[in-house]
Every structure is written in structure tokens, then in C-alpha cells.
């Protein structure tokens, strides 16, 4: 990364006395900003400790000082240097006077947004999120240059407080070819938004601070436009806009629905939920925890509609080394990979395998599944030959080095199990259309889920709400439609049933597990953790008739792993403290 931040022009408008201590001070380059109140010692921050620069109080005379230097406040109490990134913020009292500054080190720090330059090659909208002082602008100031000279499209930066592009009337050469338009007043940044798509024909629009309804609804009719966003918001999170109703409408606003009876029962929820209301402004959302980790959601819509579902969604955490590779892991509750070789998928070039956030000690360290000593032994004081931990480590690494080869679609036959033609029409009742069409794609089945008794070929109900609705088995006789309950809503329960209406299963037997149709979002974590249970039931449990302790997880891989034991009729279960709650699985 290359830094620029002139604090020489910074430090030119201080007093000498607050001045000197800093440019002989061994953290210089990493100031963050100098605090001057009046009646207080002059006060440097630095990102890990404040320190005081005089024993002398600040008088009006040094903030006067600073005020002859800088150029006009603006309705934001905030002024500049001229062609720096540098900002001085203003405290005033009842009166209206100045009584005490803020100066902040603006840097321009070129490389910073390698971390997520794919994403911004894709020209889909991005906001960023974060808590102040994070770099939220110094990213944004980043990705106007490499879209402007690297891409070369048209910038247009929507710079309220001329904090992108610096004081004055010459924009800063950190934004390269980007346009800078500056705003009069604050309240009127809506206007200039929607002024620079109409009179400068952008193919991005950067914005700071999106923080109003009506910033907001010019954000959606920009996008709307086919115009690429980039953009900052107030909030840290996600979860921080969903709760935000100002905000809300830039990640797709949330909305109360109130389902019918057969509706909800079909879903498997409460009648009263909340639901996306349009698709969001911006598609990606990033949201800062610190200056090099940032949490990638790359699709913000799915990413709202597993929130809203009481789930954890699925999302990417990116981080830069000491070496200056990417690291990028899968869902933040999800352990790291522990197997040599493992890289993770997509991303940027100079992607190193996924490495654990905090180290690892004893037991979770080695990295090793092995199969339970029988009932009755300590499993604590005896372990697993040597010989076969090894040779189920090597069966693991062995799996999971092969590519998953694609199996074609096994159905080329158009007529059903009972002479009805294919696909086959089903009607569910009770049971998550998410989970029916997920087997289905999965497993390439020739069935199709329609919303009209009349048309099904047969009705695919939970066995507890059949007993309870009079009025669905009268349907179904009446129709003569077959009526075929499962015991749960859950993923093998539904496969099964599913093939057995196709006629392709044996109910004694379960097939091999197909690891995709568990997976729900087809992580490498996801795989690994799911590859590994499959092969602990192979190999261990079913041939040998030993219980085996899997790797930790997290809880919702946790699940995807106890539905696979599922499938083979075998049961498990979930014991230990986070974060090393695991699964053990035990035999028939």
C-alpha cells in the first residue's frame, strides 16, 4: 500500500507549541487527530493511545489561531485545508462561537480496496458499512480511482463536506479521473445526487453518508437508472438498517404480511411475518469491523431474507495478512479449515487457505477425527490405533481433493410410477416450499409445485397437520388425489418421500448421500464438514459399529450435519460449549 496524507499542511496551522512535540513524535505517520477544546490540554490520538501535546491549557488565541489558517465552516461545522484530505470540525456554544476543533488527518492509501476489488469490478451497487474511524471513506475515495482511471468509467462523487476529494476547488489527484460536485448545505444532498445523474450522464455515482429518507429514495431512483452506486452508510451492520426505518429501503425496506391459514401452514410459520419489501438499492454490503477484516455479504438479498427468517446468513469474512495476501473465510461462526492445502474458492488472486481467527490449543488442534473406543473405555485415556487415525485422516484429505463430478439427470422416462405423465405435479401442505424446491433442483427430479389442488397429482402433507384438517383429506378424496404424509419437514424426510412417489427408492436403503442437497449454501466449510460426516458413517460407524466425535462446527453446519446422519438412519447428537460443540454420532 502506498500512503499520502501531507500532515505537514496539517500541522502548519497548529500553534508552535502543540506542533513541535508532534514532528518529533516516533508515531507521526499513524496520528489519527489532534483535539483542541478550550480551557483543556491540546490532546493527539493515535489508534491505540491519546497523549497530551502541552501542560499549557488551550486558549482562544490558539483556536483563533487555527480558525485564521483553515478555510469557511460550513453548515456542517466543518472546514478544510485546500487540496488536502484534512478536516477540522468545529464545537461551538449557545452563542454560535467556536470553542473547540477537531483535526483530522485525512490519508489517501492507495491499495486499500484490493481486498474487494472483484466485487468492485462486477459494476453491481456496494455499501459500506461501519463505525466511524474505521476507513469507510478512505475505501470509498479508493474505489472512485480504480473505477475512474484503472476501469475507466465516469465518476461522479457527490462530496458533501469535501471530505472525498479535499478543500477547495481542486479535487484531490486520490480520485484520479473521477468529477467531484460539492454541495452547498447538507439538507440538499438529495438534490445534487439526482442533479449529477440528469446533467453529468455518470456510469457510477459515489456518495458519503447516506443518512436521510429522502438521500435514501434518490439512492433507489439513481439505481433504478442503471447507475452503478458506491456508498456509506450509518450502521455497522446490516441488522442496524433493518432496524433503521430512515434506512431501510436501502437494503429493500421491511414490511409486516399477514398470511392466510393455509399459507402459513404451507410454510411451516406464523401467520404474521416480516418480509422483504422490494429488492434492495444496493446489491453487495460490506460491512468494516476493523481496517483490514471486513464481513462480504454478496448477495444483500438473500442475506435480508435469512435475517428476517431468524437465520444467520451466509457471508464471507475478508482480512489482509502481515504478508499482504487476502484470507477469506466462509460464515463467521464457521470453524477454519484444520487439513494442509485447503484454499478457499473465488475471491481475489493471492488467496491463502482459511486460517483461524484465534489460535488453537489441545484437543482442537490436532485437527483429527477418530473413531470412540467401545462402551466401557476411557476415552480419555485410550485413543484410536495410530494406524487407522492415519488412514482415515489420509480417506478425509483424499475426498476432499477430488473435484465433485456432476451427475446427469437420472429421469429420461415421461411416464410416472402410478401411469401419470412427468413431471409430476405436487401439491404441498404444511411443508416449506424452499425445502421441496431445493430437493428437487438438487436431485433433479421431474416434479413441479403447484399452488391448485385440482391440477396436483398427488398432496404432500406433515402426518400431524392431516390429522387435524377434516377438510384436506375430504379435498384430496374428492379429487381423488393421493394424500402422502412425512413424519418432519426435514431435508431427508422430504428426499425420501419425494422418490418414493417417483418410485426410485427402496425404503431400507438409503442411497449415497448426495452432499449438495444438504449444503445450503455450497460453501467449502459447508462441504468439508458434511464430506467428513459421510465418511464417518462409511467408514466407522456403519462397517465397524463405533460411535465417532466430528470436528467443531458451527450451529448451523451442526444441523446440515445431523440431517445427514438422518438420511442413513442413524442418530446423533450435540455435546461440549461453544465454540467446541460437536457432533457424535452413533451407530444402529
Known amino acids: 500500500m502506498q500512503i499520502t496524507d501531507d500532515l505537514n499542511r496539517l500541522l502548519d496551522i497548529v500553534p508552535d507549541e502543540i506542533r513541535q512535540p508532534l514532528e518529533q513524535h516516533p508515531q507521526r505517520n499513524n496520528l489519527i487527530e489532534i483535539v483542541m477544546d478550550l480551557g483543556r490540554q491540546p490532546e493527539a490520538r493515535f489508534p491505540s493511545l491519546a497523549e497530551p ?17 483553515v478555510g469557511h465552516f460550513g453548515g456542517d461545522n466543518r472546514a478544510g485545508i485546500e487540496q488536502t484530505l484534512h478536516r477540522i470540525s468545529a464545537l461551538r456554544n449557545r452563542s454560535g462561537e467556536i470553542i473547540g476543533l477537531t483535526l483530522r488527518v485525512g490519508r489517501a492509501v492507495f491499495g486499500t480496496i484490493g ?20 476507513g469507510k471513506t478512505t475505501a470509498l475515495r479508493e474505489i472512485a480511482r480504480v473505477l475512474a482511471d484503472d476501469l475507466e468509467k465516469r465518476v461522479v462523487i457527490i462530496d458533501t463536506s469535501n471530505e472525498i476529494a479535499g478543500d477547495g476547488d481542486i479535487p484531490h489527484p486520490a480520485i484520479g479521473r473521477a468529477r467531484r460536485m460539492q454541495v452547498s448545505r447538507p ?38 437508472r442503471g447507475v452503478q452506486l458506491v456508498g456509506t452508510a450509518h450502521g455497522n451492520r446490516l441488522e442496524n438498517l433493518m432496524k433503521n426505518p430512515t434506512l431501510a429501503d436501502l437494503i429493500g425496506g421491511i414490511q409486516a404480511v399477514t398470511l392466510g391459514d393455509d399459507e402459513a401452514r404451507r410454510r411451516g410459520s406464523q401467520k404474521t411475518v416480516l418480509e422483504r419489501k422490494s429488492p434492495p438499492t444496493f446489491e453487495i454490503a460490506v460491512e468494516m469491523l476493523e481496517r483490514q477484516r471486513w464481513v462480504i455479504h454478496e448477495r444483500v438479498a438473500d442475506s435480508i431474507d435469512t435475517l428476517l427468517r431468524g437465520r444467520e446468513p451466509n457471508q464471507q469474512i475478508r482480512s489482509v495478512s502481515e504478508t499482504g495476501e487476502v484470507i477469506i473465510e466462509r460464515d463467521s461462526a464457521a470453524p477454519p479449515a484444520r487439513f494442509p492445502g485447503m484454499a478457499a474458492s473465488g475471491g481475489p488472486a493471492a488467496v491463502s487457505a482459511i486460517r483461524p481467527v484465534t489460535p488453537l490449543s489441545g484437543w482442537r488442534s490436532a485437527g483429527k477425527m477418530v473413531p470412540m473406543p467401545a462402551q466401557g473405555e476411557n476415552f480419555a485415556a485410550k485413543s484410536a490405533p495410530v494406524s487407522e487415525t492415519r488412514y482415515f485422516e489420509q480417506l478425509l484429505e483424499e475426498s476432499l481433493s477430488v473435484e465433485p463430478v456432476p451427475t446427469p439427470g437420472r429421469y429420461s422416462h415421461n411416464v410416472g410410477p402410478n401411469g401419470e405423465d412427468l413431471p409430476l405435479h405436487v401439491y404441498p401442505y404444511g411443508i416449506p416450499r424452499h425445502q421441496l424446491e431445493q430437493v428437487i433442483s438438487t436431485l433433479n427430479l421431474p416434479v413441479l409445485l403447484t399452488k391448485d389442488i385440482e391440477s396436483a397429482d398427488v398432496v404432500l402433507a406433515l402426518r400431524s397437520n392431516v390429522r387435524n384438517q377434516s377438510k384436506l383429506r375430504h379435498l384430496a378424496k374428492t379429487r381423488q388425489v393421493p394424500l402422502h ?8 424426510h422430504v428426499a425420501r418421500a419425494l422418490r418414493r412417489l417417483l ?24 462441504l468439508e464438514a458434511l464430506e467428513e460426516t459421510r465418511l464417518a458413517v462409511e467408514q466407522i460407524v456403519i462397517p465397524k459399529g463405533q460411535p465417532v466425535e466430528l470436528l467443531p462446527r458451527s450451529p448451523n453446519v451442526r444441523k446440515m450435519q445431523h440431517e445427514l446422519v438422518e438420511h442413513y438412519h442413524l442418530k446423533s447428537h450435540s455435546f461440549g460449549e461453544e465454540p467446541n460443540r460437536r457432533l457424535r454420532i452413533y451407530p444402529a
Open 503 to 526: 418410485d426410485m427408492d427402496d425404503p431400507g436403503t438409503p442411497e449415497v448421500a448426495d452432499l449438495a442437497l444438504f449444503a445450503r449454501s455450497g460453501s467449502s466449510d459447508e
Open 115 to 134: 481486498i474487494i476489488r472483484d466485487l468492485v469490478e462486477t459494476g453491481q451497487s456496494i455499501l459500506m458499512l461501519g463505525r466511524p474511524g474505521v
Open 187 to 224: 439538507e440538499l444532498q438529495h438534490q445534487v445526487m439526482i442533479e449529477a445523474v440528469e446533467n453529468h450522464m455518470p456510469e457510477v455515482i459515489v456518495i458519503d453518508e447516506i443518512g436521510t429518507e429522502l438521500e435514501a429514495l434518490a439512492a433507489r431512483t439513481i439505481a433504478e
Open 485 to 492: 404424509t412425512i413424519k418432519a419437514a426435514t431435508i431427508p
Open 53 to 69: 501535546l502541552s501542560q499549557t491549557p488551550v486558549s482562544k488565541a490558539h483556536i483563533n489561531y487555527c480558525i485564521e489558517r
